[in-house]
């Protein structure tokens, strides 16, 4: 369990740093953009508000995608994509009773429990 623990500190490390080099980019890409375009009007804020909006979708996929590799690399589920769709249903907590039922080995549960607070 210590070692379950340890790699899903690691691994919420990983989202942490991805999610904040992820954020870093998009506030340089916007300011550049804004700078750029001269981006000050009304049309102008809802084009910036729908990049920074497909910019946070893109670093959340790239989390989502980061867990579910690490499943598949861990051996916790046999094929990607279930790793891919446990990964997306515990990041958007939409579906916990699938994932219950998908993950059921009980040394599991720190994971579990550990992509949830991401």
């Given at each position: 369990?210590?070692?379950?623990?340890?790699?899903?500190?690691?691994?919420?490390?990983?989202?942490?740093?991805?999610?904040?080099f992820?954020?870093?980019?998009?506030?340089?890409?916007?300011?550049?953009?804004?700078a750029?375009?001269?981006?000050?009007?009304?049309?102008?804020?809802?084009?910036?508000?729908?990049?920074?909006?497909?910019?946070?979708?893109?670093?959340?996929?790239?989390?989502?995608?980061?867990?579910?590799?690490?499943?598949?690399?861990?051996?916790?589920?046999?094929?990607?994509?279930?790793?891919?769709?446990?990964?997306?249903?515990?990041?958007?907590?939409?579906?916990?009773?699938?994932?219950?039922?998908?993950?059921?080995?009980?040394?599991?549960?720190?994971?579990?429990?550990?992509?949830?607070?991401?």
């Amino acid at each position: 369990m210590i070692l379950n623990l340890f790699v899903g500190t690691i691994v919420i490390s990983l989202t942490v740093l991805i999610h904040t080099f992820g954020l870093i980019a998009i506030t340089y890409v916007m300011s550049r953009l804004v700078a750029l375009f001269r981006m000050h009007g009304r049309r102008s804020r809802v084009i910036a508000m729908i990049t920074v909006v497909m910019g946070l979708f893109a670093v959340m996929t790239a989390e989502v995608w980061l867990w579910a590799g690490i499943y598949r690399l861990l051996g916790i589920f046999s094929d990607f994509e279930t790793a891919l769709y446990f990964s997306t249903i515990t990041f958007s907590t939409s579906d916990m009773a699938m994932s219950c039922r998908l993950m059921a080995g009980a040394c599991w549960r720190p994971w579990k429990a550990s992509t949830a607070f991401c």
